[in-house]
């Protein structure tokens, strides 16, 4: 189709592109060759078209080349066909796109943008050009890509807690709610556990707030390893954190505490501050099919369950009973968890 205006001896790249790939649509075997050669001295994985209805296969698949040179004029579809098939899927990854024609004038030109081509070039293309509208089209991707992971950095930190990497409150008790309706809906039984770290204000206070925070993002860690897949786990406030539990009747929701506790008893937490020992109190309620609950009724009957585990000594699981009308708080309870 056209040959390059001048070939470089040897092109040194500036800073090697191993890792990008890029997609070359050419049926011309010379034009198509001289590509390839330049592209790859330059640090790009190279995969090639020879048409244009193969490029259009290969940017449609979902690891397709996020940079792409097409020739306007190819068998099977054009460049600009090409350019208009990628931008019907706009949730699709970006790929920038850069036509080579021969064709210079205004009209052409605007046809092809209008298609959908980032850029163009024209034949015969010059390789300092070609090269300094790659580095255009790089500079566009990487910013989508900081876009990109800053915008699921934000949705991140609205569903999860920062220290503990956990789901956050709203996120945990919006999934006790959505158990609630399922179980009017299909039936069956789940469950919520409250656990406390005991003597959490201790910590504190004598080895400092960093390490109260190494020591809730450990308790953390082996709390979602101690829970089943399925279940959902959220810090519910301060030293205190909630596990919804689907499926699961009095026993099992006993056994789960029970196996989170000791979880978290053992062994010794290391720290900057040095090695600690964190002890956890759980209070466990179970919303059964005959006797369905409303979350805020579960969660008032295990933390009543919770306020019986440290009454009783803490470092320890307590089932709730039948669900009772809301009663104040005993006078004397004590305030240190």
């Not at 997609?23 to 050669?37: F, K, T, V, W, Y």
């Not at 995969?47 to 690891?63: I, P, R, T, W, Y």
């Not at 052409?108 to 980032?118: C, K, N, P, T």
């Not at 220290?163 to 158990?179: D, F, I, M, P």
Request: charged residues 30%; proline residues 5%; contains cysteine.
């Amino acid at each position: 189709m056209g040959a390059a205006k001048h070939m470089e001896a040897e092109p040194t790249p500036d800073a090697p592109n191993s890792s990008n790939r890029i997609l070359i649509a050419e049926d011309d075997p010379i034009s198509r060759r001289m590509l390839q050669a330049f592209l790859t001295k330059w640090g790009y994985q190279v995969e090639v078209a020879v048409d244009g209805s193969e490029a259009a296969a290969k940017l449609d698949e979902a690891d397709a080349p996020r940079l792409a040179v097409l020739d306007w004029m190819m068998p099977g579809l054009e460049g600009p066909e090409v350019c208009r098939l990628v931008r019907q899927t706009p949730d699709r990854p970006y790929t920038y796109l850069l036509l080579l024609t021969a064709r210079g004038q205004k009209d052409d030109i605007l046809r092809g943008l209008e298609a959908g081509a980032d850029d163009y070039l024209t034949k015969p293309f010059d390789s300092q050009e070609l090269r300094a509208r790659l580095n255009v089209g790089e500079r566009i991707l990487d910013l989508q890509r900081k876009l990109i992971q800053a915008r699921e950095e934000l949705r991140f930190r609205a569903c999860h807690d920062v220290l503990t990497g956990l789901a956050n409150r709203e996120v945990v008790l919006e999934t006790a709610s959505r158990e609630y309706s399922r179980q009017l809906r299909e039936g069956g039984s789940f469950a919520l556990v409250i656990l406390d770290l005991d003597h959490f204000k201790t910590v504190n206070d004598t080895y400092g707030h960093l390490c109260g925070d190494e020591v809730l993002h450990e308790a953390a860690r082996r709390l979602m390893a101690s829970v089943r897949s399925y279940d959902t786990v959220g810090r519910y406030g301060g030293e205190e954190f909630l596990v919804v539990a689907p499926a699961t009747d009095a026993r099992g929701a006993l056994a789960l505490a029970e196996r989170v506790r000791r979880a978290i008893e053992a062994p010794a937490i290391i720290t900057e501050a040095g090695s600690v020992r964190i002890t956890a109190s759980c209070g466990v309620a179970v919303s059964e099919c005959e006797h369905a609950l409303k979350p805020d009724d579960l969660l008032r009957i295990a933390d009543e369950a919770l306020y019986r585990a440290k009454g009783r000594g803490r470092n320890r699981s307590e089932l709730a009973g039948p669900a009772q009308p809301a009663e104040p708080l005993a006078e004397g309870k004590p305030a240190e968890s």
